[in-house]
């Protein structure tokens, strides 16, 4: 008779436990030399020269007794766990295996269940992710979470800390692996690294790149931005291509849209440019203002947007078109047509003020060249910065930077750089009688933090 299929145990036919002197009848040793030939035929060989023709039924085994181990290392092996779950175990000790990875996009607010223990969720809008409590999640539930399309805020259930704050926001362009305790959530601190990099205060202000000029096509309406960046405290943007504004139009996103913080372009206005942060890609942009300040930005339209730092300044004439100039290394600025500030004014030895073609708001170096003549020979001009006061022209005072008149009514020239008062003034005085002067401005250095 065969072996019992469900125990394995072989019991061979009776009639063929023999005694001695027995007459041995042929039919039950037949019938056990058959079936041991089948059992031969049904074992499985142990060089592998051929497989299994049926499933192998392994002992259930234990954690410490596996049901399928080695010889050498009985306690390494394979059994099965209570709800019919696979084991492994390693010299006695349960190895636990990952739940395989599930992506998921997701387009709007969803709460993270015990299911999506190993999840991967990419959002691709802004939305808000409720985590559910730590306790019914479990130690070891972990999470990944991809902000593709909006920021991404990520609440803990109640009173429950994500990093030990109430809430943690994931910026658009971000990804954050979320660890559970069974008591509070923890991620693995990559995106909070990378954005304490990126907005390290540590680093200082600066400016690199983001050259202004005169748009080839719209030069009078439009102002160009070389590819830079800048940064100034805990803010830093970057653009990787030329950016375009125009004066023409309130501020939109985007390069080649209006770029006024409010109204309407102004003759004879100065428009300070700022780069602006998007809050939710960190991508660069411009909003040009007529603050000196960023605090005095009107900021209605710039909604999602952090303001980083003042790159530049652009000047209109008295049509309201953009004043053609040329802007050097280190903040230089000259423009293309000298500005004639001054054009004969009368000049004597009180000390004056007189405003120039320069940003308002601001102290600017003046690039400036002189001329002026006066009925007396001896007599020279001392123009000077605001700071200093009222300074007295002539040898023996203050000095001069407009060469003495030789000849009565004859012209003497002059040039110097001088710094303005915030009202984009300087003062100038006579040494003796009085005078005419015209004064021509070049242009301008306006400090931003270019150091090239």
Known sequence: MPRNPSTGVYSKPAGTTPSVGQVIDPAPWNALTTDLGNEI??????????????????????????GVGFASNPQTGIYLKGGGQLGFTQNG?????????AYTAKS????????????VHRFTAAATLTLTTAATLGANWHYCVIADGGDVTIDPNGLETI??????????????????????????????????????????????GLVLSNNASSPNTHVDFAAGSARSGASFVASVASFTKRVTGTFAAGTGAGGLDAGAVAANATYFAYALRKDADLSFDVVLSSSATIGG???????GYTVVKCIGVVLTDGSSLIRQFVMYPRDEYTFVTPVKDAVGAAISTTSTLLALTVPNGMKVKAKLRFEFTSSATTNAALLSDPAQGALVAGAGSDGANVGTIQVASGFAVGSQEIWTNTSRQIRMALGGSTGSIWIWNDGFHFPCGRIS
């Open 108 to 119: 709007g607010d969803y709460t993270a269940l015990a299911s999506d223990d190993n999840a």
């Open 297 to 303: 930005i009107t900021t209605t339209l710039l909604s």
């Open 93 to 101: 000790i349960d190895i636990v295996f990952d739940k395989a990875s």
């Open 163 to 208: 990093d030990g704050a109430a809430t943690l926001v994931l910026k658009n362009g971000y990804s954050v692996e979320i660890i559970c305790s069974g008591a509070a959530f923890f991620t693995n601190k990559l995106f909070a690294r990378i954005q304490s990099k990126a907005d390290s205060s540590a680093v200082g202000d600066f400016v690199v």
């Open 41 to 66: 035929t049904n074992s499985l060989p142990r060089d592998g020269s051929a497989p299994m023709a049926a499933p192998l039924k392994a002992a259930t085994g234990t954690v410490s007794a596996p």
